[in-house]
């Protein structure tokens, strides 16, 4: 069973930066052959893309390019999103998912999902 666990959530001003990261553990030799992304959900909103990686390429959502970015650290399943340049539409829980074997905006092609991290960015 594939274990999936977000860290670095918290409260920032706007303008602001952090950094999230994302541990997948418990697969095989094989685990770097699946897709890591992260999608956040606000209140009373859906669950939304927002960045994913596999094999060096990365995609973002619109509203993130150029603000965020994601890397990963394949020896130790490792994601990190990096978020500069904070807005308060940016507010919302941050969920790390894995286990597509391609790059996908759509939350159902990942399998395991971690609990989740409150970003909240005050205006």
């Known amino acids: 069973q594939v274990q999936v666990v977000e860290s670095g959530g918290g409260l920032v001003q706007a303008g602001g930066s952090l950094r999230l990261a994302c541990t997948a553990s418990?697969?095989?030799?094989?685990?770097?052959?699946?897709?890591m992304g992260w999608f956040r959900q606000a209140p009373g909103k859906e669950r939304e893309f927002v960045a994913a990686?596999?094999?060096?390429?990365?995609t973002y959502a619109d509203s993130v390019t150029g603000r965020f970015t994601i890397s990963r650290d394949n020896a130790k399943n490792t994601v990190y999103l990096q978020m500069d340049n904070l807005e308060p539409a940016d507010t919302a829980v941050y969920y790390c998912?894995?286990?597509?074997?391609?790059?996908?905006?759509?939350?159902?092609?990942?399998?395991?999902w971690g609990q989740g991290t409150q970003v909240t960015v005050s205006a």
């Open positions: 990686i596999l094999w060096g390429r990365s």
């Open positions: 998912a894995e286990g597509s074997p391609t790059i996908s905006r759509n939350s159902r092609a990942y399998v395991y």
């Open positions: 418990g697969r095989s030799s094989s685990a770097n052959a699946y897709a």
